[in-house]
């Protein structure tokens, strides 16, 4: 698997006794093996048997993302198409949990609202349309700010390249009308980017299925609200 979170659990040794001496053998973003010993620690013990829990937990969990990230990268591995997170992260865990899928050879999509404006489901029934909801958008949002819409069909694939989005997030669409969406955008507005979304998982075939389409992105929220808990123990010697 690959190692993320490595800093973070030294920090939380440290903090708890500032005499615990750390020396890491591998470094954060690492492929590592089975039984690999990735640190060796130095202290009292009741203060490593203290900090040893939280310091792990940060470790097993965020190496479990990079680990994930890392195996969805590869699915992809050959195309154009980048591996994004999405913000659904673990509250107060965002900038660490993305730092993760960065380590595992991901990209991050947007960290907060102020990042750029996507326009979903509900804003587009609020808004009265996708029309609608992209002008309101465009009156609004700093000039740089690229808008993306939420597409389900690909009528509103259509709808979205009409009202000048920049961004298309096809979401929860199969392969084919996936591959038609694409077809459509690259022949009608080859500037605008791509992006496949929902429920696509994290099962190799699947991604590289979708990748295959010629999307430029695909946003994975199973990066970081599934990733399985990477298996990491503190052994006294």
């Given at each position: 698997g690959v190692v993320a979170g490595l800093s973070v659990a030294a920090a939380t040794f440290q903090l708890l006794d500032e005499h615990?001496?750390?020396?890491?053998?591998?470094?954060?973003?690492?492929?590592?093996?089975?039984?690999?010993?990735?640190?060796?620690l130095e202290g009292p013990a009741r203060s490593l048997l203290s900090a040893e829990r939280v310091a792990l937990n940060f470790l097993g969990h965020?190496?479990?993302?990079?680990?994930?990230?890392?195996?969805?990268?590869?699915?992809?591995?050959g195309t154009s198409t980048?591996?994004?997170d999405t913000r659904k992260t673990t509250p107060g865990l965002r900038s660490l949990e993305k730092d993760a899928v960065l380590l595992g050879g991901g990209k991050n999509h947007r960290?907060?609202?102020?990042?750029?404006?996507?326009?979903?489901?509900?804003?587009?029934?609020?808004?009265?349309?996708i029309v609608q909801a992209v002008t309101a958008a465009r009156r609004s949002a700093q000039h740089l700010l690229k808008?993306?819409?939420?597409?389900?069909t690909l009528a509103e694939v259509s709808l979205?390249?009409?009202?000048?989005?920049?961004?298309?997030?096809?979401?929860?669409?199969?392969?084919e009308t996936m591959q038609a969406a694409v077809k459509l955008v690259r022949h009608t507005a080859p500037g605008v980017l791509i992006e496949a979304?929902?429920?696509?998982?994290?099962?190799?075939?699947r991604l590289a299925a979708v990748a295959a389409t010629g999307v430029d992105f695909i946003s994975l929220g199973a990066l970081t609200h599934s990733a399985p808990n990477f298996d990491i123990s503190l052994e006294f010697a």
């Open positions: 615990i001496v750390i020396n890491l053998l591998v470094r954060d973003g690492d492929t590592v093996h089975s039984d690999q010993v990735l640190a060796h965020l190496s479990g993302i990079a680990t994930v990230t890392a195996r969805c990268v590869q699915a992809v591995e980048r591996v994004l960290f907060g609202l102020s990042d750029g404006v996507l326009i979903k489901d509900n804003h587009i029934k609020a808004a009265g349309g808008i993306e819409v939420e597409c389900e979205a390249l009409e009202a000048g989005a920049d961004v298309l997030l096809l979401d929860n669409m199969d392969v979304s929902g429920n696509i998982g994290t099962n190799p075939q």
